[in-house]
């Protein structure tokens, strides 16, 4: 029988199909395909023959459901549909060719249930692993929902009850009732932006188009004063070079720096001081924002920009805003950073190609005449 085959000759299948792998052009083999990912198809594949082999009437489902848990089993492991394909592919072959050279008497029956068995255990692999990964998906994707109307309903109900103590006349809008209302406010603000930036990335519609840095710059600054006098807090904005030109998405990298000095602002203590300024090399324009929250846990500065992550007591947020700032500036071709300075604050660099459509020349006449 095909199974007990398999079974006696399993060592000499495994080193047969991992040098296969190895040759293999693409998908290209990984370490943990090497190491556990071949034994663990050869598992599935005798299993599955085991289930057509055992007395009585065939039963593909059976077969189909225990190849669906294989999958599964892949998909946990950080297999690609690829290797599923390949690998069961090259167990095939190195099973056939074995047979072959051992002269093993294996019938057209044996084979053809084994080639059964193998067209089986592919397809419905895939099929699980596709199940396995959209559930997961969807998971994921309810998870993140649930937790932003959590979050948006709890930004409601603070600012109509804080709306409705104000309406009474009672309490004057700069006091604490008011400032309440604020901050829901400018919470709720904050996540309507956020998803804004979250679909246009998710959609692909970003649209780049020669921006002045300095005018950039200005823009994100009007509102940035506005609300760090709120908070108490001392914003300064270094002077921009008025020749410095970036192309890229506004209303993306808008959205990132404008996150990222909502967090400076959030972290900083009150009478603390939050700067930007800004460099340039021939190729590169970096934006960077210095807060001065205290500075970072040893080596928690790249956590920041995982999904759900904050920093700090204060848990107000999902925790996402990090991690979409970094994928906007990521979709204008630039790279959010980190560096920390303990026991003093954080500076967030936002580094971007320089566009030098038009040139330093057209800028500088462009600003005499400004003048």
């Known amino acids: ?162 709306f409705e103590v104000l309406k009474r006349g009672e309490l004057g809008v700069n006091g604490a009732t008011g400032r309440l209302h604020d901050r829901s406010l400018r919470g709720l603000l904050d996540l309507v932006d956020r998803s804004m930036t979250e679909v246009r990335l998710a959609s692909g519609a970003q649209k780049r188009l020669p921006v002045r840095l300095a005018e950039f710059i200005e823009e994100i600054e009007i509102a940035a004063t506005i609300e760090a006098r709120s908070r108490n807090l001392h914003l300064t904005v270094a002077v921009v070079d008025y020749a410095l030109m970036i192309e890229v998405d506004r209303q993306l990298l808008a959205s990132a720096v404008t996150n990222l000095l909502h967090n400076a602002f959030k972290f900083t203590p009150p009478n603390g001081h939050v700067a930007v300024t800004t460099s340039a090399t021939n190729a590169r324009v970096r934006i960077e924002i210095e807060d001065q929250c205290g500075g970072l846990p040893p080596g928690k500065a790249e956590e920041l920009f995982l999904p759900f992550e904050q920093r700090g007591h204060d848990r107000q947020g999902l925790g996402l805003g990090l991690t979409i700032s970094r994928r906007a500036i990521a979709a204008n071709s630039g790279t959010l950073s980190v560096r920390d300075h303990p026991g003093r604050g954080c500076v967030f660099t936002v580094d971007l190609p320089r566009a030098l459509r038009g040139g330093a020349v057209e800028s500088v006449n462009e600003f005499q005449e400004r003048v």
Do not use: W
């Open 1 to 162: 029988m095909l199974y007990e085959f398999l079974t006696l000759n399993r060592d000499e299948l495994i080193r047969r199909t991992r040098e296969k792998v190895l040759q293999r052009l693409a998908p290209r083999a990984t370490k943990e395909e090497m190491e556990n990912g071949v034994p663990l198809f050869l598992s599935q594949l005798t299993e599955t023959l085991r289930l057509a082999e055992a007395p009585g009437p065939e039963d593909d489902s059976n077969i189909g459901r225990s190849a669906a848990l294989h999958g599964g089993e892949l998909l946990k492991r950080g297999f690609t549909v690829a290797q599923v394909v390949h690998d069961y592919g090259d167990v095939c072959q190195a099973v056939t060719e074995l047979a072959v050279e051992t002269r093993v008497p294996i019938g057209t029956d044996d084979f053809r249930v084994f080639n059964r068995c193998l067209d089986e255990a592919i397809s419905q692999a895939v099929t699980g692993y596709e199940t396995h990964r959209e559930k997961l998906v969807t998971d994921q994707e309810n998870e993140r929902l649930g937790v932003l109307a959590h979050e948006l309903r709890n930004l409601l109900q603070t600012a109509m009850i804080s």
